[in-house]
């Protein structure tokens, strides 16, 4: 990755936002031709004292001054406001574009990058990459102009010194430039680092529980001491490299500034010019340093913007492991699944291991299965297959005879649905959590389907009904509520094919009850795959299948099963029809 390709995807992303791009440089075009406005009306003020102005030109030159004073300051705000509205316009824009790439990658792409690190690489970088525009860019672009009228002035007063400073401004300009990329490897690789930590952040807060029960504080604090200890050795090797070219710059300012200087006394000494143009050369001294200064005080943003859009170009060049090709068309209605000699294992683990081995079913539209199994026997696998959340390495999966990589995905994420262990609800009202934000659905269809799932009743006994905010995570409700909603989502959306992986928390009588009459009104009309973890969840469906490591030992009819005393499934009903299956397995 070059400076001068994520320096041009950069400005890249101020191309569709013309109107916005050339306000603003009209704002920079004033603002930056104010500066020079100030030492005009002084130098002006000082030679025409000296001539003998009368007093009211005098006081005429001093108001414009005043004014001028005044105007500047209108149109730093002006600037401010201009630059950081195109900032958010243009970042926003790319955080969205992030999200919907990080969204449509596939489960390996997760596994192996931690949530923490994500929200550091689609929101921190992003925030630099406003910044950069709302501040330097804003603040490179009217100095510039204030760089370029400067020298069109002292040339027209003194074509000598406008000569020596455009060699003094090429000189100081190219410095900058030949120095402005040695330190973005260094930004790159400390905000990684940063996001590295986040990740041992995020990760240690979710198991804060199982932490402090189990004796792994220490551990916890350890690592994220060592990721620290990284986000500090970046920061100082991106520090150095940011004092190096301080130093650099300040240097020729320095050795550039005596020199204008000597050649503004010995003019003035030589009366080659007026006292007037000498206050203006020496004025404009300082206006030259100032931007200058600004610019590479700057410099740590410019090499956070740089690394930023470094990350977010190689985040954009992470491509899915499973395509989106397909172009085949699901008939409507409930959809026939098929699995035929399906075989999958990890293939990005050190040592992989067959998780699913030769798997074959045929379930007919509209019925429903079971898919039984202790801990590791593959289940959570089987159910990522079924949603092409992961390629089978062997074998094919079907849906009514169409291969699901002949699917599009768009249409197979439509024509399925799926109710995770893991409820996900947002901090916001019971309405928005049910309809996913979806404006088109309105409070008629949301109460027709709680009441069609026997829920209305349930929901209208919150305390303010569907507009009842809940905390973040959902929080404020039970584990079993928490499913009730996923439900009621579900039942909003009306799939085709469905896939339960049901809550292996215990839930209270009355709940449970809400629970299983909403399933049972789901599962009416689709055909649906249930991940059991209690055995009685599973005595209302059609067929049930029960795995060990990765193999089917046994499937069949659910009555059928029942009946056969030599079933695995008889067997593990003697136990008890509420026992969880890792119980009954054991």
Do not use: C
């Not at 958010?88 to 596939?106: F, I, M, P, Q, Y």
């Not at 003094?168 to 030949?178: E, F, Q, R, S």
């Not at 934000?437 to 303010?464: C, H, K």
Request: charged fraction near 20%; charge should be negative.
């Amino acid at each position: 990755m070059t400076g001068q390709s994520h320096w041009r995807a950069l400005f890249g992303l101020l191309g569709p936002h013309r109107v916005p791009v050339a306000v603003m440089s009209g704002v920079l075009a004033i603002a930056g031709l104010l500066p020079l406005a100030g030492p005009l009306i002084i130098a002006g003020f000082i030679d025409e004292a000296a001539a003998g102005a009368s007093r009211s030109r005098l006081l005429f030159l001093a108001g414009v001054y005043v004014g001028v004073g005044v105007a500047r300051q209108v149109m730093s705000i002006a600037v401010a406001w201009t630059a950081t509205n195109l900032a958010w316009l243009v970042t926003n824009e790319l955080r969205s574009r992030l999200a919907r790439h990080v969204l449509g990658l596939d489960l390996a792409f997760h596994r192996s990058t931690s949530p923490g690190e994500l929200v550091s690489r689609v929101d921190g970088d992003v925030t630099a990459l406003s910044e950069f525009i709302s501040r330097f860019a804003a603040k490179a672009a009217s100095a510039l102009v204030t760089l370029v009228g400067l020298l069109v002035v002292v040339s027209f007063r003194s074509p000598l010194i406008g000569l020596g400073l455009g060699v003094y401004l090429l000189v100081a300009i190219g410095t900058m430039y030949l120095l402005r990329d040695r330190a973005v490897d260094e930004a790159a690789s400390e905000q990684a680092a940063t996001g590295r930590m986040l990740g041992e952040v995020e990760e240690r807060l979710a198991g804060a529980d199982d932490l402090r029960s189990n004796g792994g504080g220490s551990h916890a604090v350890a690592t994220f001491q060592a990721a620290s200890a990284s986000v500090l050795k970046s920061s100082l090797a991106r520090e150095r490299q940011a004092v190096w070219l301080w130093i650099m710059s300040n240097a020729v300012f320095v050795a550039g500034g005596i020199l204008i200087l000597a050649v503004n006394a010995a003019l003035l000494r030589n009366q080659t010019i007026t006292l007037g143009t000498a206050y203006l050369l020496f004025q404009y001294t300082q206006v030259l340093r100032a931007p200058l200064d600004q610019l590479s005080e700057e410099t740590e943003r410019v090499q956070r913007a740089a690394g930023g859009m470094k990350r977010s170009i190689q985040l954009l060049g992470e491509q899915a492991t499973i395509e989106d090709l397909g172009t085949d068309h699901l008939p409507h209605g409930p959809l026939a699944l098929t699995l035929d000699g399906v075989g999958f294992e990890y293939d990005d683990e050190d040592d992989p291991l067959r998780v699913i081995d030769d798997v074959s079913l045929d379930l007919s539209a509209g019925r429903s299965i079971g898919i039984l199994g202790r801990t590791g026997s593959g289940k959570t696998t089987l159910a990522r297959l079924l949603l092409r959340l992961v390629e089978p390495t062997s074998g094919s999966i079907q849906l009514n005879g169409v291969s699901l990589d002949a699917i599009p995905r768009a249409e197979l994420r439509s024509r399925t649905g799926v109710v995770s262990q893991d409820v996900h609800l947002f901090g916001a009202s019971i309405r928005d959590n049910l309809t996913l934000f979806d404006g088109s659905i309105d409070d008629a269809q949301v109460r027709s389907a709680l009441a069609e799932l026997d829920l209305l009743t349930w929901v209208e006994a919150m305390p303010n009904g569907l507009d009842t905010e809940l905390g973040p995570g959902g929080s404020g409700l039970s584990g079993g509520e928490a499913q009730l909603i996923a439900l009621s989502r579900l039942f909003l959306r009306s799939p085709d094919f469905i896939l339960l992986d049901e809550a292996s928390s215990r839930i209270d009588p009355l709940t449970e009850a809400r629970v299983t009459r909403a399933i049972d009104r789901l599962l009416v009309g689709r055909t649906a795959v249930v991940i059991a973890h209690r055995l009685s969840t599973v005595e209302r469906l059609d067929e049930l299948m029960v795995l060990d490591r990765g193999v089917v030992i046994e499937r069949g009819a659910t009555a059928e099963l029942r009946r056969d005393p030599d079933s695995h499934y008889s067997r593990l009903l003697s136990v008890g029809s509420t026992e969880a299956v890792d119980e009954a397995f054991s």
